[in-house]
């Protein structure tokens, strides 16, 4: 039988510098992976409402042909931006850091390779892919396919860092090559996050930079029916283009309180979270609407079945 899982994010946001407020379901996902034989395995995801829109998000299958070597065709994940800063299950915050928005997208179609380094005392695993170049629901004709890179050591729970390179020609003008780095450590109730990222466009040598720190702690509590847990959380990131000449055009600083609805910490919660902006230099993405880079507070429902 597939495995089901899903993820339903709504949540309420005002602007302070708009005086602007809005309701929205921000995501609401539903997948389905499982077992075809024993050596192939298939994954399944669908967004259904992300701001508003259906996508789909994944459509892949695994081969494992050995222990440690796995191939993975299909629409799937890029290996450059981390889950736990892009998925909406494993976000600390309602908002996902500069990194995993104004970037690329972090899905596309093409194949994948993993291997694992199960010989070693410590875990070591390489993925390489190639890709459209194109993002995810867009199977154009390409002769300038991308090409992802990503070394990780360590594992989820405990220390992990990971490096990671990205050659990205998605247009004539959007030329990119993007490297990032990253180091975490986590254990059941705490984790603090570190990344950063450039993408240096060929077309107009055009760096753009950016970097995050984040972290947060789960209280548990006893007693109390509903609220499980407490989890403070804090994040500073920061996005600029050449800063040999200039500093970051723009800083935020998160601050959020999440109350857990379940045992298991980081899972479905209420959130709260405030946003403070510091622009020096709008970056192009901010010129969506007047909101993008106000000061903001949200209040967040997820749930995680």
């Known amino acids: 039988?597939?495995?089901?899982?899903?993820?339903?994010?709504?949540?309420?946001?005002?602007?302070?510098?708009?005086?602007?407020s809005r309701f929205s379901v921000r995501n609401s996902?539903?997948?389905?992976?499982?077992?075809?034989?024993n050596p192939v395995t298939y994954r399944v995801q669908v967004e259904l409402s992300s701001e508003g829109h259906f996508e789909v998000l994944d459509m892949s299958a695994n081969i494992l042909l050995t222990k440690d070597l796995s191939i993975t065709l299909g629409q799937t994940s890029?290996?450059?931006?981390?889950?736990?800063?892009?998925?909406?299950?494993?976000?600390?915050?309602?908002?996902r850091a500069f990194i995993g928005k104004y970037f690329a997208g972090s899905r596309d179609i093409g194949i994948m390779a993993n291997y694992k380094f199960s010989n070693l005392k410590f875990p070591l695993m390489v993925e390489m892919g190639v890709f459209n170049g194109n993002t995810i629901n867009n199977p154009l004709w390409t002769d300038r396919p991308s090409i992802a890179t990503r070394i990780s050591l360590g594992d989820m729970e405990g220390l992990r860092a990971t490096g990671k390179i990205y050659r990205y020609p998605k247009t004539a003008v959007e030329d990119y090559v993007i490297w990032g780095a990253d180091i975490r450590y986590a254990q059941e109730r705490y984790k603090i996050e570190a990344e950063v990222m450039n993408r240096h466009n060929k077309f107009n040598d055009v760096d753009?930079?950016?970097?995050?720190?984040?972290?947060?702690?789960?209280?548990?509590?006893?007693?109390?029916?509903?609220?499980?847990?407490?989890?403070?959380?804090?994040?500073?990131?920061?996005?600029g283009e050449n800063l040999r000449n200039n500093k970051f055009d723009a800083n935020r600083l998160t601050?959020?309180?999440?109350?857990?609805?379940?045992?298991?910490?980081?899972?479905?919660?209420?959130?709260?979270?405030?946003?403070?902006?510091?622009?020096?230099?709008?970056?192009?993405?901010?010129?969506?609407?007047?909101e993008m880079d106000s000061n903001k507070i949200t209040l967040e429902l997820l749930i995680i079945f």
């Open 255 to 290: 601050f959020g309180l999440s109350f857990g609805l379940t045992d298991k910490p980081f899972g479905s919660l209420i959130r709260l979270d405030y946003e403070s902006y510091i622009v020096k230099t709008p970056i192009t993405e901010f010129n969506r609407y007047e």
């Open 78 to 95: 890029v290996p450059v931006f981390n889950s736990y800063i892009t998925t909406p299950s494993t976000m600390l915050f309602a908002n």
């Open 1 to 20: 039988m597939p495995n089901f899982d899903a993820s339903i994010k709504t949540k309420y946001e005002y602007a302070f510098d708009t005086q602007m």
């Open 208 to 239: 753009r930079f950016s970097l995050y720190i984040q972290g947060g702690y789960s209280f548990p509590l006893k007693g109390d029916p509903l609220i499980k847990d407490i989890t403070p959380v804090i994040r500073w990131d920061a996005i």
């Open 29 to 37: 996902r539903m997948g389905l992976s499982g077992h075809i034989t």
